[in-house]
């Protein structure tokens, strides 16, 4: 149980170009997602924090209107990367809290976005 | 404000040795601490987790961590590592910033293993 889907697994955009990234809880409703971003060996850093029906709230530093966050329901929330720049390839990483869970969050398999 | 610290970057070890990883938190509260693997280009999993009540927890793959108040630390450790247990290791404790259940990330510690 418990398991978050993404999708694509890997895109290569032009830059200049948006795409779209997919979180999917497919198990269990997500109240709330995480979208993290991943520098090669480095860490997670969390970009966001999105609850079903509501406005995203972004992390310090990171541009609410070059990263859309959706979370239009308690099974699926996007990630558009606008107007993508080489600068932008990265590891995104989403993860989700299931409904009544207080704590613990359940992560996909990530995303390696390469922006040319 | 909280934080995690894992103190090593690289760490090599023989196959079959065995196998601490460090980790440090500051949390003013009762901490919930996670320690996740990562290999290369995948996502992360879940090895073990700490909650509550005994100390010593088990995860999987043979891992347990040792969760000590008085020290602040949550250390992961492996009697006899495997070839197949390099990868990065990532602690994290999950805190509640602006009234939201959030994880903080250690820097992570990369475990290569030699045959």
């Known amino acids: 149980g418990a398991v978050v889907s993404q999708h694509p697994s890997r895109v290569i955009c032009k830059s200049g170009t948006s795409v779209k990234i997919e979180c999917r809880s497919l198990d269990f409703q997500a109240t709330t997602m995480f979208w993290y971003r991943q520098f090669p060996k480095q860490s997670l850093m969390l970009m966001a924090t999105s609850n079903e029906g509501s406005k995203a709230t972004y992390e310090q530093g990171v541009e609410k209107d070059k990263f859309l966050i959706n979370h239009a329901s308690l099974t699926l929330s996007t990630l558009t990367v606008t107007s993508a720049h080489p600068e932008d390839s990265s590891f995104y990483i989403c993860s989700a809290r299931a409904a009544g869970s207080s704590y613990e969050q359940y992560f996909g398999p990530g995303t390696r976005l390469t922006v040319t | 404000a909280q934080s995690v610290t894992q103190p090593d970057i690289h760490i090599t070890v023989s196959e079959g040795a065995s196998l601490e990883l460090r980790c440090n938190y500051s949390?003013?509260?009762?901490?919930?601490l996670f320690w996740y693997v990562q290999s290369p280009g995948q996502g992360l999993q879940l090895l073990l987790k700490?909650?509550?009540?005994?100390?010593l927890v088990q995860g999987i793959k043979g891992f347990e961590a040792e969760f000590k108040r008085s020290q602040s630390s949550f250390n992961l450790r492996k009697p006899s590592v495997h070839w197949s247990d390099a990868a990065e290791y990532f602690c994290?404790?999950?805190?509640?910033?602006?009234?939201?259940?959030?994880?903080?990330f250690g820097t992570g510690t990369r475990l290569k293993v030699l045959a």
């Open positions: 949390y003013g509260a009762t901490p919930y």
């Open positions: 994290a404790v999950g805190a509640r910033t602006s009234g939201t259940y959030k994880y903080i």
């Open positions: 700490y909650f509550s009540g005994d100390t």
